[in-house]
Each structure stands twice: as structure tokens, then as C-alpha cells.
């Protein structure tokens, strides 16, 4: 996630460095995609494989044409049809693309951006979209395509790194200096839209853009998707056990999951 992409997923009580420079676009390519397959898929991220991935499986279960938004080296497309679903997964970046496809497991892939997605309009029973958006720029077409693709009554499921707390310049603060000490979390700029680029690693540098969870909200609205279910799970012990400087912060959440239903009409 973003600094959960510290992993990724989830911007850490630190987060990641704000860069800026040369080079450093944080544009997803060849050595983005393959940081994100080495540190975060194929069972090795424990936020997937204990949450994530069961959490997407069980709002999902039975939907029998599922879109996988941003869809990586296909780990989530790969557990939705292993559950049974007919699954095509979508993503821009062709290095995403081609792992998906060498490491098989059942879905179709088609390379394609969330705001111009080649299927039918009302073709699928549900949709995923898990740590994208916070990559996606054009969010207001991006949504509108996920709402033109599923059928009325379709579910959609929109996963991101919690808008509200894992704002860049969130994090633990343990302050020894005041009398008597105080450990809080600090919330970064929540109102401000904005663009930041982390180091997330040495030389894999990410573009991830903050927005306010009401204009997630207001724009799935406006799509005609609302909102059915909301989770804000706690970080799985599995990711605490990894990374112990968490673990005073572990009433924090660091993923945000909202299930919304498609108008009927
Ligand atoms: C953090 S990864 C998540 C991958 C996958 N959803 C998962 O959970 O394993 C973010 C993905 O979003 C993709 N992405 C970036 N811009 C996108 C866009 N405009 N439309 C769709 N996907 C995009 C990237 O290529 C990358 O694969």
C-alpha cells in the first residue's frame, strides 16, 4: 500500500520520503511492476494473503463476471477465479500484463487504462479495484467506466490505502519531549488533492495522489455506485509481527474497503 507499499500497501507510521529529481516520475514501468511482484504478490505480503485476499474472495463469492481493475501480476484476479468467477483483469503497464499471463491461474488479461476499458457496457457482475486509484489521475472517467461496464445491481468493490489516515505525512508519533510523554497518531494535510512521489524503495520511486474520502464517495455516487458496506479491518497480525514499529499503532487502520451496489436504474 502507499508506504504500506512499505510496503506498498499502506503508507507506513513513517511513510515514504517525498522525492523530487530527475528521472524520478514515480510513472508505473517495467521496475515498478517488478518491485511490486517481488515485495507484495505470490504470498510473500502478509496484508494480502491474511486480509486482503480472503476479504475480496468473501464480498465477491458468486458473482459469476468480475473486472479486476489495475489488476498487477493478477493476485487477486487468480483468487476470484480460483472461487469460481469468470475474471478478466485490466492494466496499463505491459511488464503487469505479461506476468499475469505467464503466471496463469484462470483470468483473461487485456491492457488497458481504468478510463477507457474495452467491454460492453452492463457485461459484468462485479468489479475490483485493489490499491489503484491512488495511481489513477482521472479518477471521475475511471469510476464511470467501472459503472458502465457492471449490470445494474452489480457490486463493486474499491479498495484503497485508508484516504483518511494514511494521508502522506500521517504517521506514529511517540513524543518523549512533553511531560507527561504522549504517543499519538498524526494525520497529514487531509483536504488538500495532491500528488506526491516516495522513494519506496532505493531507486523505485511511485506517484501516489491523495484525495479526500469524500471525493471518493461523491464521485461513486454521481457513478450511480453506492455504498452498501464499508470496512476499516485492523492491521492482520501477520503484518505486525513483520513490522513490530506498528504495533502501538495497531488500532490504525491502514486499508479502506467499500462495497457498492450499481443502481437498478
Ligand atoms: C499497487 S498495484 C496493485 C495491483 C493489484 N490490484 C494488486 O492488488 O495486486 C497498482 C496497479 O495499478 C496499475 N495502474 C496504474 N495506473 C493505472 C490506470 N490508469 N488504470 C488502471 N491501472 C493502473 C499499475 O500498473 C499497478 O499494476
Known amino acids: 500500500m502507499s508506504g504500506p507499499e512499505g510496503g506498498e500497501p499502506v503508507s507506513g507510521p513513517e511513510g515514504g520520503e517525498p522525492v523530487s529529481g530527475p ?5 508505473w514501468d517495467t521496475g515498478t ?4 511482484q517481488r515485495e507484495f504478490t505470490d504470498g510473500v505480503d502478509p496484508e494480502y494473503t491474511e486480509q486482503i485476499l480472503p476479504l ?6 458468486g458473482c459469476a463476471t468480475i473486472l ?3 489488476a498487477g501480476e493478477g493476485q487477486v484476479a487468480r483468487v476470484l477465479s480460483a472461487a469460481g468467477s469468470n475474471v478478466v483483469g485490466i492494466d496499463p503497464i505491459d511488464a503487469q500484463i505479461h506476468e499475469a499471463q505467464r503466471r496463469a491461474g484462470g483470468p483473461q488479461y487485456v491492457q488497458a487504462p481504468a478510463a477507457s476499458m474495452p467491454f460492453a457496457s452492463e457485461s459484468m457482475d ?5 490499491l489503484v486509484f491512488e495511481h489513477i489521475d482521472d479518477v471521475d472517467e475511471a469510476i464511470a467506466e467501472v459503472a458502465r461496464v457492471l449490470k445494474p445491481g452489480g457490486r463493486f468493490l474499491f479498495l484503497l490505502n485508508h484516504p483518511l489516515l494514511q494521508t502522506p505525512g500521517s504517521g506514529w508519533i511517540d513524543d518523549q519531549i ?3 510523554p504522549e504517543q499519538y497518531w498524526r494525520v497529514g494535510p ?3 488533492e495532491a500528488a506526491t512521489i516516495e522513494e519506496v524503495q532505493k531507486d523505485v520511486f511511485i506517484r501516489f495522489v491523495h484525495r479526500p474520502l469524500s471525493r471518493y464517495l461523491n464521485a461513486l455516487a454521481d457513478a450511480g455506485l453506492m455504498l452498501e458496506h464499508m470496512h476499516e479491518p485492523a492491521p492482520p497480525e501477520g503484518f505486525l509481527a513483520q513490522a513490530r514499529e ?8 491502514r486499508l479502506l474497503a467499500l462495497r457498492c451496489g450499481k443502481l437498478l436504474t
Do not use: H, K, N, Q
Not at 33 to 36: M, R, T, V
Open 23 to 27: 528521472g524520478a516520475t514515480g510513472a
Open 33 to 36: 511492476a517488478g518491485w511490486w
Open 56 to 61: 475480496i474472495a468473501g464480498e465477491l463469492r
Open 68 to 70: 479486476d481493475v489495475g
Open 126 to 130: 462485479g468489479a475490483v479495484a485493489c
Open 178 to 180: 512533553i511531560e507527561p
Open 190 to 192: 487531509y483536504l488538500t
Open 246 to 253: 506498528f504495533r502501538d499503532a495497531a488500532t490504525i487502520p
